[in-house]
């Protein structure tokens, strides 16, 4: 049985290092095919920004303003809210007095008729949005002055339906905030890298998503994602049926880790891994054979057993130096997160709990979101218990 265990850390150290190399190669691949990508263009169409809120978050203000202030001709920002005395929107009052050139309009969507509460208010903000062009961003995203140009850019081709960012972790204090932070960095950047690298985008990142009025009625309506928990898996997924390029744009944005204690942070991440694993069942599964550090410990004490602790210290040392690597790479070279190098030692940590929130997400169907439970189905729907 021991060697057993032996064979299977060595299998498991190889798949992740191969996981490795694969993540590296698409960050090169994807950085020279970004610095093609750039162009200017005549004239601009007319952008609708919508934004969902739900309550007070961390850097909310600071996050919403980086909208106002876009480098772009002509656009709004629509908010919605579930109730007038959502606290968010005491935020956004201020803004608007801030920045009163930018035209911008609040929709009080009440209470959700669909499970997914957010597909709820957007279905309400695009029957207020002026523009054919929509740009559907989390209130919990931090952007560039260019960011609305980039993710714009692309829907000028007729043949791209979805254009959605990769996003560096910023923590919103505290151990497990920033934990997670390395995991948005580091973990789901690699993973889409790859994905895009391998069989092309046919998925979206919901933080960001930038899409067509046109794209959503061919697809059935924004309505039709109401039951869905990855609601931008599948308007990516159901917009490349369509026949449509969904891309993934050079423009990174800063997403914030709002989880401050150990049982939220996880309880999010259990969520995502178990939502994932109903959308995506197959990658979902292939997705233990890219952590490192569990064969690392496999490793260190079946190796030790059989063949000493020398040879079971070097193999945790391997898988160790493996998830730095990444962190380095990946989090820091690649995506810009300075957080990345700094605390790259502490990301083979996140490496292991990410692995056990990975085999978390098999041991049931339900999940919570915005304190409210729900129960998974087929195909990632769900029902609200």
Not at 265 to 277: N, P
Not at 315 to 343: E, H, T, V, Y
Request: charged share 20%; hydrophobic share 45%; proline share 4%.
């Amino acid at each position: 049985m021991t060697r057993v265990l032996f064979v299977c850390s060595i299998l498991g150290l190889l798949s992740s290092t191969t996981y490795l190399l694969l993540a590296i190669v698409a960050a090169r691949r994807f950085r020279r095919e970004s610095r093609n990508e750039r162009r200017t263009v005549a004239q601009l169409p007319f952008v609708s920004v919508l934004k969902p809120l739900h309550g007070m978050e961390p850097m909310l203000e600071r996050n919403l303003e980086s909208f106002f202030r876009q480098d772009y001709p002509k656009f709004e920002i629509v908010f919605g809210a579930r109730h007038r005395e959502d606290p968010a929107l005491q935020i956004v009052e201020g803004l608007r007095l801030k920045y009163p050139q930018v035209r911008t309009s609040v929709v009080l969507s009440g209470e959700p008729e669909y499970p997914n509460a957010k597909v709820f208010a957007l279905e309400k903000m695009m029957s207020a949005a002026d523009g054919n062009c929509l740009v559907i961003t989390d209130s919990d995203v931090y952007v560039r002055l260019d960011c609305l140009k980039d993710v714009v850019m692309p829907l000028l081709d007729p043949a791209v339906g979805v254009v959605t960012c990769l996003y560096r972790g910023v923590a919103a204090g505290g151990f497990w905030s920033m934990l997670e932070a390395q995991g948005m960095s580091v973990e789901m950047t690699s993973g889409v890298l790859i994905a895009n690298m391998l069989e092309g985008m046919r998925f979206a990142l919901g933080p960001t998503m930038a899409t067509r009025k046109d794209i959503l009625e061919s697809i059935g309506g924004v309505r039709l994602l109401g039951c869905y928990c990855a609601d931008d898996y599948v308007l990516g997924n159901l917009a490349f049926q369509s026949g449509k390029q969904v891309v993934l744009s050079h423009h990174f944005i800063d997403h914030v880790a709002m989880n401050t204690s150990a049982r939220s942070s996880l309880a999010h991440q259990i969520r995502w891994m178990r939502s994932t694993r109903f959308s995506r069942g197959a990658a979902h599964i292939g997705t233990g054979l890219t952590y490192a550090m569990p064969f690392g410990l496999l490793g260190l004490f079946a190796g030790a057993a059989l063949y000493g602790w020398q040879l079971g210290s070097a193999l945790l040392a391997w898988a160790f130096l493996n998830r730095m690597l990444q962190s380095i790479a990946i989090g820091w070279a690649f995506i810009g997160d300075p957080q990345a190098l700094r605390f790259c030692w502490l990301y083979p940590v996140r490496d292991l709990i990410g692995f056990f929130v990975w085999c978390a997400s098999f041991a049931g169907n339900e999940i919570t979101w915005r304190n409210e439970r729900y129960r998974l189905v087929t195909d990632g729907k769900m029902v609200k218990l």
